[in-house]
C-alpha cells in the first residue's frame, strides 16, 4: 500500500519560514513527478509547486521567488521551502507523487498525501 506522509505545517507569523516533507512509503519503484498543493478555507485546490524526477521545476507565478520545491530521489522524498510567508498562504498544504508500480514504469498512480495545516498569522 502506498502513503504519502506529509510533515512540517504549523503556526507561524508573517515574514516567517516553514520547510514541508512528504515522503511517499509502500511498494513502488520509484516516483516520475512530485508536487505541492493548497487549498484555502473556502476556495479551490490549487497547484503550488511542481517537480520532475529530473529536477525541472514549475511554480504559480505568484509563488516565485518565495517558495522552492526541492526532492530526494533516494528517499522518495519531497520538500518545499515557503519563506516571507504571508497571511494569505494559510491553508492546507497537501503533496502528490506520480508514482511507478511497476519496473518498467508502465503502470503508474498519482496518490495524495492527508495534507498539512500552514497557518500565518498578521
Known amino acids: 500500500q502506498v502513503q504519502l506522509v506529509e510533515s512540517g505545517g504549523g503556526l507561524v507569523q508573517a515574514g516567517g519560514s516553514l520547510r514541508l516533507s512528504c515522503t511517499v512509503s509502500?511498494?513502488?519503484?520509484?516516483?516520475?513527478?512530485m508536487g505541492w498543493y493548497r487549498q484555502a478555507p473556502g476556495k479551490e485546490r490549487e497547484m503550488v509547486a511542481l517537480?520532475?524526477?529530473?529536477?525541472?521545476?514549475n511554480y504559480a507565478d505568484s509563488l516565485k521567488g518565495r517558495f522552492t520545491i526541492s526532492r530526494d530521489n533516494a528517499k522518495n522524498t519531497v520538500y518545499l521551502q515557503m519563506n516571507s510567508l504571508k497571511p494569505d498562504d494559510t491553508g492546507v498544504y497537501y503533496c502528490n507523487a506520480d508514482t511507478k508500480l511497476t519496473a518498467n514504469g508502465i503502470l503508474r498512480r498519482v496518490f495524495w498525501g492527508q495534507g498539512t495545516q500552514v497557518t500565518v498569522s498578521s
Open positions: 517537480i520532475t524526477s529530473v529536477g525541472s521545476t
Open positions: 509502500g511498494s513502488i519503484f520509484g516516483t516520475n513527478s
